[in-house]
C-alpha cells in the first residue's frame, strides 16, 4: 500500500454541478467553468422557472445534494488568488467553503497549478485550508501535513501563522516533508524529514479528531508532473483513520 493507491482506488464520480439562471458577467462562468475544465465533475448551465438567480447546484444523478449561490464560489474560490493563503492575507476566519465544493468528497481531481492554470490548483488549497481550520477549532487528535520542502512553513507567512496556531494547540501536529528546515524549539511541532518519493511529491492534510463524533478529514494528492497533482479528499471516517494509520506507520 501507499499513498498513489488511496488516490487510484477512489471511484469515479456520479456528480455534476449545475449554474441556475446565470446573471452576471461572462468573466464570472468563464472561471467557473474553468475551474472544472477536464475534470470528472460535469458543468452545464439551466434557466429554471421559479427559482433563484445565480445558484449553483450539486447533483449526484439527478438528486440535488447541495447548493451554493455563485457569490459564494466568487468569494471562496472565483476571485481568489492563492498567494492570500501564502501571505496569510486571507485569514483562516473568512475561510467559508461552499456546500457544493464541500460535497466534492471522494472525487478524483487532476489539477494544474500556475502557470498552467490559475485556479485548479486553488481547490486543494481551499480544502487543506479547511482541514486545518477543523484541526483548531476540535482541540485535541492528531493533525499531520506535508509540505514537500518543510522550509515552505517558515517561507510562507500565511502557512506558518497557521501551524504556529496548531503548534500552541492541543492538537498533536506533525509535519513531513525534505528536512530542509528546523524548527525552533517554542514551535511545538513533530518533523518528519526524508528525501523518499512521498516525502517529496505527497500533498497530504490528514485531521484525527479526538473526540470520535468529530469530523474526520483527509486530503491525499501527488505530484505527477511538473506543477500537475493527482488527488482527492474525503471525510469518510474509515478512510481518514486509513490514511493516518499509513502515514504514521510508514513516514
Not at 461552499?98 to 498552467?116: M, S
Not at 509535519?175 to 511529491?201: A, I, N, R
Request: proline share 4%; net charge negative.
Amino acid at each position: 500500500m501507499n499513498l498513489r493507491e488511496f488516490i487510484e482506488t477512489t471511484e469515479s464520480s456520479s456528480l455534476s454541478l449545475v449554474l441556475v439562471n446565470y446573471e452576471a458577467p461572462d468573466p464570472i462562468r468563464t472561471m467557473f467553468e474553468d475551474l472544472f475544465a477536464d475534470q470528472p465533475v460535469d458543468v452545464d448551465e439551466r434557466e429554471l422557472e421559479r427559482e433563484a438567480t445565480n445558484m449553483v447546484y450539486l447533483l449526484d444523478g439527478q438528486e440535488v445534494v447541495a447548493s451554493s449561490t455563485l457569490a459564494e464560489l466568487r468569494d471562496a474560490i472565483l476571485l481568489i488568488n492563492s498567494d492570500l493563503y501564502v501571505t496569510g492575507s486571507g485569514g483562516m476566519k473568512n475561510l467559508e467553503m461552499p456546500a457544493v465544493i464541500d460535497g466534492l468528497t471522494d472525487t478524483r481531481f487532476n489539477l494544474r497549478g500556475y502557470p498552467e492554470s490559475n485556479k485548479e490548483k486553488l481547490l486543494l488549497i481551499t480544502v487543506s485550508r479547511y482541514i486545518e481550520r477543523l484541526a483548531l477549532e476540535h482541540e485535541g487528535g492528531r493533525h499531520r501535513a506535508s509540505f514537500q520542502r518543510l522550509s515552505r512553513i517558515d517561507d510562507e507567512q500565511g502557512t506558518r501563522s497557521v501551524y504556529e496556531r496548531l503548534a500552541n494547540s492541543d492538537t498533536d501536529t506533525h509535519v513531513y516533508g525534505v528536512p530542509d528546515w528546523q524548527p525552533e524549539p517554542e514551535f511545538d511541532v513533530t518533523m518528519h524529514g526524508g528525501w523518499s518519493e512521498e516525502f517529496q511529491d505527497a500533498w497530504f492534510v490528514v485531521y484525527v479528531p479526538e473526540d470520535g463524533t468529530s469530523p474526520h478529514a483527509a486530503l491525499v494528492a501527488v505530484e505527477t508532473g511538473p506543477r500537475r497533482w493527482d488527488g482527492f479528499w474525503t471525510y469518510d471516517e474509515e478512510r481518514v483513520v486509513a490514511i493516518n494509520k499509513y502515514v504514521q506507520r510508514n513516514l
